[in-house]
Nanobody, 124 residues
Framework: QLQLVESGGGLVQPGGSLRLSCAAS????????IGWFRQAPGKEREAISC????????NYADSVKGRFTISRDNAKNTVNLQMNSLKPEDTAVYYC?????????????????WGQGTQVTVSS
């Protein structure tokens, strides 16, 4: 069974950092395009970052560029999202999603598998 599981969410003060992880079971993430999305209450889902298979390319939404970094840990079969300089407007449920074979990532890709989400709350 192919599955994605996010972890690393929590409560953090403005200006703080969190590291989210997206772990896969049932398939290797190495050749997968992985996207990170978020959805805040009352708002539409927003694509914030993605990484292509084998790290071919990365993309960032303007809202997180310069603050968030996406990376792969092939040994652990995970894709991580390092989030720095967090703002209250970053509060949302964060999801990872995968295209199992995808060298080039884009926000509009047909992501086949989704995790259950992890809550990130930025508040003082």
């Amino acid at each position: 069974q192919l599955q994605l599981v996010e972890s690393g969410g929590g409560l953090v003060q403005p200006g703080g950092s969190l590291r989210l992880s997206c772990a896969a079971s049932g398939f290797s993430l190495y050749y997968s395009a992985i996207g990170w999305f978020r959805q805040a209450p009352g708002k539409e889902r927003e694509a914030i970052s993605c990484i292509g298979g084998s790290g071919y390319n990365t993309n960032y939404a303007d809202s997180v560029k310069g603050r968030f970094t996406i990376s792969r840990d092939n040994a652990k079969n995970t894709v991580n999202l390092q989030m720095n300089s967090l703002k209250p407007e970053d509060t949302a449920v964060y999801y990872c999603a995968a295209i199992t074979i995808g060298y080039y990532c884009s926000f509009s890709g047909d992501y086949q598998y989704w995790g259950q989400g992890t809550q990130v709350t930025v508040s003082s």
